[in-house]
């Protein structure tokens, strides 16, 4: 069955830095694109970044453009977020998950979620 297992969160002040590892099993890693979401006390869960399946190309929400970056490691069946200049609005819960090929957004697997990794960006 798939796993996700997030992790790298932590808190960090304003302008820090922290990167975030998402490491699956269960599938075949490098056939799904992926990507990042996060959730906010009392808001839906968001769409951040996404990485196509050959890897050349990715996306992300317009508020972490320039600062986020997402890749993947094939070889560890690791996805990546670099995320840098962090903002107190960027606190979330941050979880992965393999979405659908194109501009669809549904997570594919939605009975695996990951316990997700805590970012809280505070002074």
């Known amino acids: 069955h798939v796993q996700l297992v997030e992790s790298g969160g932590g808190l960090v002040a304003p302008g820090g830095s922290r990167r975030l590892s998402c490491a699956a099993s269960?599938?075949?890693?490098?056939?799904?694109?992926w990507a990042w979401f996060r959730q906010a006390p009392g808001k839906e869960r968001e769409y951040v970044a996404a990485i196509s399946r050959a890897g050349g190309v990715t996306y992300y929400t317009d508020s972490v453009k320039g600062r986020f970056t997402i890749s993947k490691d094939n070889a560890k069946n690791t996805v990546y977020l670099e995320m840098n200049s962090l903002k107190p609005e960027d606190t979330a819960v941050y979880y992965c998950?393999?979405?659908?090929?194109?501009?669809?957004?549904?997570?594919?697997?939605?009975?695996?979620w990951g316990q997700g990794t805590q970012v809280t960006v505070s002074s």
């Open positions: 998950n393999a979405v659908p090929p194109g501009a669809a957004r549904t997570p594919l697997f939605n009975d695996a």
């Open positions: 269960g599938l075949t890693f490098s056939s799904y694109k």
